[in-house]
């Protein structure tokens, strides 16, 4: 195994620990999952303090969810709208604050945390409707969170990189909210359980193949609509006309083929592409903001973002 040293530590402590119950997902319930999850979370450690915080609630035909937006300076240069990872069974923006006021502080962008509603309680495509209702929401308030009209990216990491990658789909197929960028970390694109990185042992860490067939099967029970491009982008015909891409895959995660492969198509198709595959990372790097790979992750996220508002603010002139 070729994982960092801290990484190999953490997963050893952490992990592998009789007190964490172990790093895999599929033998929890939902229940247990989120608390092991917000365990992991607790260990990013304080928050930068921002200017401003708001939470919002979004109203939807059957239900709700909240946004809760973090605005670092007067006026952002950008906003981000941030899907938080989990599988789409686990996680929330309380435990996605503190990535993402790190986030708002480095970019010097607003963001904007989508409380997508989970699975099991809320099959597929409930949280992918929640999430473009909530892109919508922050287009239509950009005024009020950043006191201009200003580049808007998507951006998350796992489930959420699955969700950004529908997001541009879906605001170009709808001709919705312009994106100006797609940030995919280590994303979900398809739901093909045999690809080299799942099978691989050396892979099976945090995030194991068994533990992302227990998150579709959560998710999305029918396998028949696991390959519509709103589970799977990696299924949609054409990717031609898609905002600029920065993708993420870490060297030992079971998503890595999937997520090169998405990054290839989008090049294929036109789309300028930043694709980096972190060495010595497993699933989750980013997150684990106490990690420094976490830290490596953020310079390629912080750099592309930094260079397209430079971009767009030029090209305002």
Not at 25 to 44: H, I, K, M, S, V
Not at 90 to 109: F, H, N, Q
Not at 256 to 262: L, P, S, T, V
Not at 287 to 311: N, T, W, Y
Request: glycine content about 8%; hydrophobic content about 40%; some cysteine.
């Amino acid at each position: 195994m070729t994982l960092d040293v801290a990484t190999k530590m953490f997963v050893d402590e952490v992990l592998n620990s009789g007190d964490s119950g172990g790093g895999s997902f599929e033998d929890r319930t939902p229940e247990e999952a989120r608390q092991f999850r917000a365990q992991l979370a607790a260990l990013n450690g304080p928050a930068p303090s921002m200017a401003r915080v708001e939470d919002h609630t979004i109203e939807q035909a059957d239900g709700s969810f909240q946004v809760r937006v973090l605005v670092p300076i007067e006026p952002p240069v950008g906003v981000i709208v941030y899907y938080h990872g989990g599988g789409w069974v686990v996680g929330s923006i309380d435990e996605s604050d503190t990535l993402g006021r790190k986030l708002a502080e480095r970019t010097s962008c607003a963001v904007v945390l989508v409380d997508y509603r989970l699975a099991p309680e809320h099959h597929y495509p409930v949280a992918v409707d929640d999430s473009y209702a909530a892109l919508e929401w922050t287009a239509e308030h950009m005024n009020d969170i950043a006191g201009d009209q200003v580049p808007l990216i998507v951006a998350g990491d796992s489930a959420g990189g699955n969700l950004s990658a529908v997001m541009s789909l879906r605001s170009r197929d709808r001709n919705g909210p312009p994106i100006a960028m797609q940030v995919l970390i280590y994303p979900v694109t398809d739901a093909n359980f045999d690809r080299p990185s799942y099978v691989d042992p050396e892979n099976q860490l945090l995030l194991t193949r068994d533990s992302m067939i227990w998150f579709f099967d959560h998710y999305i029970p029918d396998p028949a609509r696991r390959t519509e491009p709103d589970a799977s982008p990696l299924y949609a015909e054409d990717l031609s006309g898609l905002p600029p891409a920065v993708v993420l895959t870490a060297e030992h995660d079971p998503l890595r083929d999937e997520g090169e492969e998405y990054a290839q198509r989008l090049e294929d198709a036109g789309v300028e592409v930043d694709l980096q595959r972190h060495k010595g990372q497993m699933h989750a790097f980013f997150a684990l903001l106490m990690l420094p790979g976490s830290e490596r992750g953020f310079q390629q996220v912080v750099k592309a973002i930094r260079r397209h508002v430079v971009r767009y603010a030029h090209a305002r002139r």
